[in-house]
């Protein structure tokens, strides 16, 4: 990194606006981040009741049948949006699936 590196340079934004920036700060804003409330409580609410709701799976495989199972997190099967999630532990699931 040489001298003119550390150089501060006009860059011109998407509006034309020009302004200066230091490359000390180039990816770093000064503004503090806006904090968003939901903007619906029901919604919210019940989104996070079917999360907490949703089944956890650990799929253990035995044998060829459980490649079966795999298929159903794929986008075209696609579990998840069923709220149903694969855990690596009995501890952290609420089903225990066994195939093959």
């Not at 409580?41 to 019940?46: Q, R």
Request: glycine share 8%; charged share 25%.
């Amino acid at each position: 990194m040489n001298k003119k590196d550390l150089d501060k340079r006009i860059v011109t934004g998407p509006d034309g606006k020009q302004f200066e920036v230091d490359p000390m700060q180039d990816y770093f804003c000064q503004d503090k981040p806006i904090v968003h409330q939901p903007a619906n409580k029901v919604i919210e609410k019940f989104m996070n009741w079917a999360r907490a709701e949703s089944l956890w799976i650990l799929g253990f495989g035995t044998g060829c049948g459980a490649i079966e199972t795999r298929p159903l997190m794929t986008p075209r099967f696609d579990a998840y949006r069923y709220g149903i999630q694969w855990r690596p532990t009995p501890r952290q699931s609420n089903v225990f699936v066994i195939s093959g």
